[in-house]
């Protein structure tokens, strides 16, 4: 079956610890996406690619970085730079265009003990 | 004027009536208007969408109607069940250059189907 992967669903940081979520996708999307979910505050965008090797900053990029190595994945690391970092991960794909289905992962919750 | 304004933040209907979910934009370069469902703890799910050629479409129990004029866009959703408790996120996009063509989303809707 096509789709996204998340890992680890659930995940615990120490303060000061870089993490990295994974996403990977097989469904031969070009454009990756990641977002922060937070009560109340909606979805907002990270980062996002439209190919390999290139990749944008969205609204909140300070205190994350990321990579697109290969069209499958799109992972995404969690700075000690990061203020606030427990919240929920999204990533997400989609074919390009501004049209069109994004196909979410089942996300992964950060928490920051 | 990328924001994209919804409300109410939470809405709670008897079973069997009628959720109405409203958003409005500001940037008339918008031209693809999305409603997700996410349920807890999962990844958010296309329910339908619309383009401004039409005024309203509808999927089984759900309906988009769109007023251009107004900018205004709101999902209703008829006969609501149980099942159909989720979050609901109204999307806006278009072809404003930079942006790239992203999704902006409104900020959410709980609702909640009381049997």
């Known amino acids: 079956d096509g789709g996204i992967t998340q890992s680890p669903k659930y995940l615990f940081r120490k303060e000061g610890q870089n993490v990295t979520l994974s996403c990977e996708q097989n469904l031969n999307h070009d454009a990756m996406y990641w977002y922060r979910q937070d009560p109340g505050q909606g979805l907002r965008l990270i980062y996002y690619?439209?190919?390999?090797?290139?990749?944008q900053k969205g609204d909140i990029a300070e205190g994350y970085s990321v990579s697109r190595e290969k069209k499958e994945s799109f992972p995404l690391t969690v700075t000690s730079a990061q203020k606030n970092p427990t919240a929920f991960y999204l990533c997400?794909?989609?074919?390009?265009?501004?049209?069109?289905?994004?196909?979410f992962g089942e996300g992964s919750r950060l928490t920051v003990l | 004027q990328q924001q994209v304004k919804q409300s109410p933040q939470s809405l709670i209907v008897q079973k069997g009536g009628i959720s109405i979910i409203n958003c409005a934009y500001e940037n008339t370069a918008f031209d693809y208007f999305p409603w997700y469902q996410q349920f807890p703890g999962k990844g958010p799910a296309l329910l339908i969408a619309?383009?401004?050629?039409?005024s309203e479409k509808k999927e089984g129990r759900f309906t988009i109607s769109f007023n251009k004029s107004a900018k205004q866009f709101s999902l209703h959703i008829m006969d609501s069940q149980p099942g159909d408790s989720a979050t609901y996120f109204c999307a806006a996009s278009g072809d404003p250059g930079g942006s790239q063509g992203n999704l902006i989303f409104g900020k959410g809707t709980k609702l909640s189907v009381k049997p």
């Open positions: 619309i383009r401004p050629d039409v």
């Open positions: 997400a794909s989609k074919e390009q265009g501004w049209t069109g289905e994004l196909f």
């Open positions: 690619s439209q190919i390999v090797n290139d990749f």
